[in-house]
């Protein structure tokens, strides 16, 4: 061995003992301060199974579990520089990040349920949501008339329902999209909803 360089061997015990979540902390301030890729895939490989465990637990869907997952790691990856080791472990800082975006997702799971299916809209379109094998022949026609009607609406008004009852979309989202007031996007609901009623009656 030269003096001054360690053996190939001590090496790797070396780095053998250092612990995992010590690790973490040096991957990450890599990520943070040379947006180096190698130390972030270190963090993603090392994180991403346990925070989709954390997720399937919590939410019990799958696709929302990896979608969690996802936003979890885009987050440190983006944001990186605001970790700070004296203030808690990796982990620590990694999986309050991913409860935020759990409780986000929770947040506009409820806002849009709320929005799409409250009291004041028709409640006919929220069936656009069940699942094919649950919707009635007669209810399958309903809804059809409902897409021909639907292009006979305002340009305006078709937008705000495509977002909502197509797309999936909250009532708030669609005003952020649009640079709109929130109250307008429920106006253009309420009068899209009730052109629709009076093309039905009159079909009918």
Known sequence: ????????????????????????????VDVAQTRSKASFAKVFNYFAPR???YALKQM??????MELVQDTMSNVWQKAHLFNADKGSASTWIFTIAR????????KQKNRKEDICADDLWPVLCEQTAAPNEISLEHQMMLDQIE???????????????????DGK?????????????????????LALERLRELIKSHD
Do not use: C, H
């Open 100 to 107: 935020n975006i759990r409780f986000d997702m929770l947040r």
């Open 51 to 53: 925070l989709r465990s």
């Open 1 to 28: 061995m030269l003096v001054g360089i360690p053996s190939p061997v001590s090496n790797v015990k070396s780095t053998q003992s250092i612990d995992p979540s010590t690790q973490m902390v040096g991957y990450l």
């Open 170 to 190: 909250s009532q708030q989202e669609v005003a952020d999209e649009l640079g709109i007031p929130l109250g307008t996007v429920k106006s253009r609901t309420r």
């Open 148 to 166: 021909v009607m639907f292009e006979r609406l305002p340009d305006k008004q078709r937008v705000v329902i495509q977002s909502i009852y197509i």
């Open 60 to 65: 019990g869907s799958d696709a929302q579990a």
